[in-house]
Structures are given as C-alpha cells and as structure tokens.
C-alpha cells in the first residue's frame, strides 16, 4: 500500500494501529518526498507521545510494592485509639451504678439511695412541709385584693 493511501485511510480514521505505526514510522525517518513533508511534524509529534506513553506504562512483571500502612492510615488508628480511650475515661467519671434492691423499688435524695418504703414515705411529708402554705396563709391569698 502506497503512503498516500494510508494516508487518506488515517485521515478518515480507517486505519490500524499497524498501520499508524508504519506512517509514525515512515515520517520519523529521513527520506520523506517532498511533498509529503508538511505530515513530518504531525507525526513525529505522534511518534514522541507513543513512546512518552510506551515508557510511562507499568511493566507487567513489575509488581507495585504496596505498604501496609500509609501515614493517612496511622492517623486514622492513632485517633480512633485516643477517641476510645477518652470516651472510657468520660464513662468512668460517672463512677459505679447503684446496686439494685431486692424489691427493685428506691427513690434518690440529695444523691443518696433509700429503698425503705417508711424512710421514703417519711422523707416525701417532710419535704411536703417545707413548701406548703398553711391555713392562714392560704385565707390571706385568697382574700387579700388584687394590686
């Protein structure tokens, strides 16, 4: 086949990857006709970027050496290692849970456990006291005049 028909043939894109190589070829050498010489550019550019892309490709029986642990994944396990122990050390400051009592009935005062049903009751009237209002004070409330 005759160059100018390869050529044609790249041109329109029918041409294969054999026969590319024959005109990257043909143009990178140093008898190129006359006429044909404004195509030597455009292929020997072509001719340089196969083989940039020839040398860039990873040989096959080269196998990448992959490390176990990149630096992105040491700080990864280094913070979810002092995640865990800082949120032992905040469940820890809660100190024990109570014991639960045989009836599993208790009530908690002024941060204390009482589970005895009579010391609860007596607690519960005492602080019932406290806060409220008498008789008297309970008539003046209600019949003093709005301000």
Known sequence: MKIEELLDN???G???REEERLLR???TSGSVPKHLEVYRPLFACLAQE???FQNARPRQTEKPVRRRFSLRHVSWLATGIAATVLLCVGVAQFGPLPAKSDSGCYVLIDGKRYDDPQL???KA????REVSFSDEELEGM????LP
């Open 125 to 128: 009237l005492e602080a019932l």
């Open 25 to 27: 070829d043909f143009f």
């Open 50 to 52: 196969a083989e940039a």
């Open 10 to 12: 790249y041109f329109e």
């Open 14 to 16: 029918r041409t294969t």
């Open 142 to 145: 209600l019949l003093s005049p």
């Open 120 to 122: 609860v009751q007596a």
